[in-house]
T-cell receptor
């Protein structure tokens, strides 16, 4: 079945450092890919998405590119802030499957 | 004007009790979901309803029974609560023919069974 694999956390960075959170997926078709963010004590918010190969999703300085050849959707940000501290989830949704499949989440901790 | 609202936000109850969690969305979406997030933050789908009809029922104990009185509401009733049911339960909604737009999640219900 479909699955999403994320790097283990926590990822600990200093403010203004470069961020990469790796995500790879397994799917039978051509899924849409998503990054969700969960701030402490809150629900999940859609951060960005990409619906086909080579699409780049971007939002709030975060970017991820849909790489079909490597089945990856790595999240990047050039300069993180303390306010970016949260848990980040990679997810996929296959057309017709009507559900999101999540990775295990990666906690990001940014210190001043 | 919250898009997806769940009640209650926190629920503490004893083993063996029966409890319900309510969810409402005002986005006009036709599909609603229940997800369970365990203590390690892992998220797994439990149920999905499209226009009041059950379309996804993952391997979930029979003690869990969803009910959708209309497409804007999806409630979750849990019988005979067990310690292992302690988790955060998230409701979400989407428009099925636009699932690649992503889902909108509620803020979660933290259930603690003691």
């Amino acid at each position: 079945g479909d699955s999403v694999t994320q790097m283990e956390g926590p990822v600990t960075l200093s403010e203004e450092a470069f961020l990469t959170i790796n995500c790879t997926y397994t799917a039978t078709g051509y899924p849409s890919l998503f990054w969700y963010v969960q701030y402490p004590g809150e629900g999940l918010q859609l951060l960005l998405k990409a619906t086909k190969a080579d699409d780049k999703g971007s939002n709030k300085g975060f970017e991820a590119t849909y790489r079909k050849e490597t089945t990856s959707f790595h999240l990047e940000k050039g300069s993180v802030q303390v306010s970016d501290s949260a848990v980040y989830f990679c997810a996929l949704s296959e057309k017709g499957f009507q559900k999101l499949v999540f990775g295990t989440g990666t906690r990001l901790l940014v210190s001043p | 004007d919250t898009a997806v609202s769940q009640t209650p936000k926190y629920l503490v109850t004893q083993m063996g009790n029966d409890k319900s969690i309510k969810c409402e969305q005002n986005l006009g979406h036709d599909t609603m979901y229940w997800y369970k997030q365990d203590s390690k933050k892992f998220l797994k789908i439990m149920f999905s309803y499209n226009n009041k009809e059950l379309i996804i029922n993952e391997t979930v104990p029979n003690r869990f029974s969803p009910k959708s009185p209309d497409k804007a509401h999806l409630n979750l009733h849990i019988n005979s609560l067990e310690l292992g049911d302690s988790a955060v339960y998230f409701c979400a909604s989407s428009q099925l023919d636009r699932a690649n737009y992503g889902y909108t999640f509620g803020s979660g219900t933290r259930l603690t069974v003691v």
